[in-house]
């Protein structure tokens, strides 16, 4: 029995419209580039949140690390997520 074309179309149409513009977006996105001093001073990052102010500027770090695994002794997965983040004021003369 032969399917009908029309409902196999809009699913075609539809996800292949998808599946285009998922390709468009990557082919558009620069790659990154890894700066070894920045991942140095991640991995140096402290877990838990901390801040700090200067004058004019706001400094903050946050690191949290688990490990989740399936089981007492089953494969793992270690998840290490770490932010900087700095936030500067200054005044500009108009």
Same mark, same amino acid.
């Given at each position: 029995?032969? =399917?009908? =074309?029309?409902?196999?179309?809009?699913?075609? %149409?539809?996800?292949?419209?998808?599946?285009? $513009?998922?390709? $468009?977006? $990557?082919?558009?996105?620069?790659?990154?580039?890894?700066?070894?001093?920045?991942?140095?001073?991640?991995?140096? +990052?402290?877990?838990? %949140?901390? %801040?700090?102010?200067?004058?004019?500027? %706001?400094?903050?770090?946050?690191?949290?690390?688990?490990?989740?695994?399936?089981?007492?002794?089953?494969?793992?997965?270690?998840?290490?997520?770490?932010? =900087?983040?700095? =936030?500067?004021?200054?005044? +500009?003369?108009?």
């Amino acid at each position: 029995m032969a =399917l009908p =074309l029309i409902p196999v179309a809009g699913f075609v %149409l539809r996800y292949g419209a998808m599946a285009m $513009a998922g390709y $468009a977006i $990557a082919r558009a996105i620069r790659p990154g580039r890894r700066d070894q001093r920045a991942e140095d001073a991640l991995d140096e +990052t402290a877990e838990g %949140l901390t %801040l700090r102010r200067e004058p004019g500027q %706001l400094n903050g770090t946050a690191r949290r690390r688990r490990v989740i695994r399936l089981g007492d002794s089953g494969p793992g997965v270690e998840i290490d997520f770490a932010a =900087l983040g700095r =936030l500067r004021l200054r005044k +500009t003369s108009a």
